[in-house]
Protein backbone atom coordinates (compact mmCIF):
# COMPACT_ATOMS: atom_id res chain seq x y z
CA UNK A 1 0.00 0.00 0.00
CA UNK A 2 1.01 3.65 -0.75
CA UNK A 3 2.49 5.98 1.97
CA UNK A 4 -0.51 8.59 2.63
CA UNK A 5 2.32 11.08 3.01
CA UNK A 6 3.41 10.37 -0.57
CA UNK A 7 2.97 13.29 -2.83
CA UNK A 8 -0.18 11.67 -4.62
CA UNK A 9 -2.04 12.61 -1.18
CA UNK A 10 -1.93 16.21 -2.05
CA UNK A 11 -5.88 17.84 -2.56
CA UNK A 12 -6.86 17.10 -5.88
CA UNK A 13 -10.19 17.55 -7.51
CA UNK A 14 -12.63 14.17 -6.62
CA UNK A 15 -13.33 13.66 -9.75
CA UNK A 16 -12.48 14.56 -13.83
CA UNK A 17 -14.98 13.21 -15.26
CA UNK A 18 -12.70 10.54 -16.72
CA UNK A 19 -13.80 6.83 -16.42
CA UNK A 20 -11.55 3.74 -16.20
CA UNK A 21 -13.46 2.48 -19.72
CA UNK A 22 -12.22 6.06 -21.01
CA UNK A 23 -9.15 5.50 -20.12
CA UNK A 24 -8.70 1.75 -20.94
CA UNK A 25 -10.01 2.83 -24.68
CA UNK A 26 -7.30 5.34 -24.64
CA UNK A 27 -4.85 2.97 -23.62
CA UNK A 28 -6.05 -0.12 -26.31
CA UNK A 29 -5.87 3.10 -29.43
CA UNK A 30 -2.30 3.31 -28.30
CA UNK A 31 -1.57 -0.16 -28.01
CA UNK A 32 -3.26 -1.09 -31.45
CA UNK A 33 -1.40 1.62 -33.30
CA UNK A 34 1.87 -0.26 -31.62
CA UNK A 35 0.42 -3.62 -32.95
CA UNK A 36 -0.58 -4.83 -29.12
CA UNK A 37 -4.03 -6.35 -28.65
CA UNK A 38 -5.29 -6.56 -25.39
CA UNK A 39 -8.55 -7.38 -23.43
CA UNK A 40 -10.20 -5.60 -20.75
CA UNK A 41 -11.35 -7.43 -17.52
CA UNK A 42 -8.81 -10.71 -17.76
CA UNK A 43 -9.39 -12.84 -14.88
CA UNK A 44 -5.72 -14.33 -13.78
CA UNK A 45 -4.74 -18.01 -12.34
CA UNK A 46 -4.50 -16.03 -9.07
CA UNK A 47 -8.40 -15.13 -8.91
CA UNK A 48 -7.35 -11.56 -9.45
CA UNK A 49 -8.17 -9.55 -12.79
CA UNK A 50 -6.22 -7.43 -14.98
CA UNK A 51 -7.56 -4.40 -16.24
CA UNK A 52 -6.15 -4.56 -19.52
CA UNK A 53 -3.98 -8.09 -20.29
CA UNK A 54 -2.81 -8.40 -23.84
CA UNK A 55 0.28 -9.24 -25.83
CA UNK A 56 2.25 -7.27 -28.18
CA UNK A 57 4.53 -8.37 -31.74
CA UNK A 58 6.90 -10.43 -30.33
CA UNK A 59 4.75 -12.50 -27.96
CA UNK A 60 5.40 -10.48 -24.56
CA UNK A 61 2.52 -10.09 -21.80
CA UNK A 62 1.34 -6.82 -20.98
CA UNK A 63 -0.80 -5.86 -18.12
CA UNK A 64 -1.85 -2.69 -17.24
CA UNK A 65 -3.95 -1.64 -13.84
CA UNK A 66 -5.99 1.56 -14.66
CA UNK A 67 -6.93 4.08 -12.09
CA UNK A 68 -8.83 7.17 -12.30
CA UNK A 69 -9.38 8.13 -8.60
CA UNK A 70 -6.27 9.16 -5.93
CA UNK A 71 -8.61 6.83 -3.31
CA UNK A 72 -7.97 4.10 -5.00
CA UNK A 73 -4.43 4.37 -6.80
CA UNK A 74 -3.49 4.37 -2.46
CA UNK A 75 -5.71 1.91 -1.47
CA UNK A 76 -4.40 -0.84 -3.78
CA UNK A 77 -1.98 -3.21 -2.02
CA UNK A 78 -2.43 -6.25 -4.26
CA UNK A 79 -0.95 -4.62 -7.48
CA UNK A 80 2.48 -6.66 -7.12
CA UNK A 81 0.72 -9.76 -7.84
CA UNK A 82 0.31 -8.97 -11.82
CA UNK A 83 4.09 -9.49 -11.84
CA UNK A 84 3.85 -12.91 -12.34
CA UNK A 85 1.80 -13.01 -14.97
CA UNK A 86 3.13 -10.43 -17.06
CA UNK A 87 6.40 -9.73 -19.02
CA UNK A 88 5.74 -6.05 -18.79
CA UNK A 89 3.39 -3.98 -16.45
CA UNK A 90 1.69 -0.42 -16.71
CA UNK A 91 0.25 2.09 -14.50
CA UNK A 92 -2.95 3.52 -16.20
CA UNK A 93 -3.75 6.64 -15.08
CA UNK A 94 -6.34 9.56 -16.34
CA UNK A 95 -4.82 12.90 -16.55
CA UNK A 96 -5.80 14.70 -13.61
CA UNK A 97 -4.07 12.61 -11.03
CA UNK A 98 -0.90 13.49 -9.56
CA UNK A 99 1.79 11.27 -10.96
CA UNK A 100 4.47 12.48 -8.33
CA UNK A 101 3.87 9.30 -6.40
CA UNK A 102 5.11 6.92 -9.57
CA UNK A 103 8.33 7.84 -8.85
CA UNK A 104 8.60 6.83 -5.17
CA UNK A 105 9.88 3.63 -4.28
CA UNK A 106 6.68 1.99 -2.98
CA UNK A 107 5.33 2.11 -6.45
CA UNK A 108 8.33 0.46 -7.79
CA UNK A 109 9.36 3.19 -10.84
CA UNK A 110 12.18 0.95 -11.90
CA UNK A 111 9.85 -2.09 -12.49
CA UNK A 112 6.44 -0.40 -14.05
CA UNK A 113 5.81 1.68 -16.94
CA UNK A 114 3.49 4.17 -16.93
CA UNK A 115 0.93 5.41 -19.29
CA UNK A 116 -1.70 8.31 -19.05
CA UNK A 117 -4.93 8.11 -21.18
CA UNK A 118 -8.51 9.86 -21.94
CA UNK A 119 -11.01 8.65 -23.80
CA UNK A 120 -9.12 9.66 -27.27
CA UNK A 121 -5.60 8.54 -26.98
CA UNK A 122 -2.92 7.51 -24.74
CA UNK A 123 0.48 8.59 -23.93
CA UNK A 124 3.70 6.41 -22.39
CA UNK A 125 5.48 8.71 -19.84
CA UNK A 126 7.56 5.74 -18.96
CA UNK A 127 7.87 2.70 -20.93
CA UNK A 128 7.79 -0.76 -18.50
CA UNK A 129 11.37 -3.04 -18.49
CA UNK A 130 11.27 -6.24 -19.75
CA UNK A 131 10.78 -8.79 -16.58
CA UNK A 132 11.04 -11.97 -18.83
CA UNK A 133 8.47 -14.96 -17.66
CA UNK A 134 9.67 -18.26 -17.52
CA UNK A 135 8.41 -20.44 -20.63
CA UNK A 136 6.23 -22.27 -19.69
CA UNK A 137 4.30 -19.36 -17.93
CA UNK A 138 4.52 -17.36 -20.62
CA UNK A 139 2.91 -19.97 -22.73
CA UNK A 140 0.23 -20.50 -20.32
CA UNK A 141 -0.60 -16.84 -19.96
CA UNK A 142 -0.80 -16.77 -23.97
CA UNK A 143 -2.50 -19.47 -24.18
CA UNK A 144 -5.32 -18.35 -21.56
CA UNK A 145 -5.52 -15.18 -23.22
CA UNK A 146 -6.24 -16.51 -26.81
CA UNK A 147 -9.02 -18.88 -24.93
CA UNK A 148 -11.02 -15.73 -23.09
CA UNK A 149 -10.35 -13.99 -26.81
CA UNK A 150 -11.84 -16.61 -28.82
CA UNK A 151 -14.72 -17.27 -26.39
CA UNK A 152 -15.74 -13.63 -26.05
CA UNK A 153 -15.51 -13.36 -30.26
CA UNK A 154 -17.99 -16.39 -30.42
CA UNK A 155 -19.96 -14.87 -27.51
CA UNK A 156 -20.81 -11.83 -29.19
CA UNK A 157 -21.36 -13.67 -32.89
CA UNK A 158 -24.27 -15.95 -30.76
CA UNK A 159 -25.59 -14.81 -27.66
CA UNK A 160 -27.02 -17.82 -27.16
CA UNK A 161 -23.95 -20.43 -28.08
CA UNK A 162 -23.92 -23.15 -25.43
CA UNK A 163 -20.26 -23.73 -23.76
CA UNK A 164 -19.34 -24.49 -20.10
CA UNK A 165 -16.97 -22.13 -18.22
Not at 2 to 17: H, Q, R, T, V
Not at 61 to 67: A, L, N, P
Not at 114 to 122: E, K
Request: glycine share 8%.
Amino acid sequence: MADPESPCAEALPLSSGVTALQVARGICRLFARNDIWCLPEMPLRSNRRADLMGIDAKGQVIIVEIKVSRADLLGDGKWTDYFEHCDRFYWGLAPHLDRGCMETPAFLPERCGLIVADGYDAEILRPAPLQPLAAARRKAEVERLARASLRRQACAFDPEIGFTG
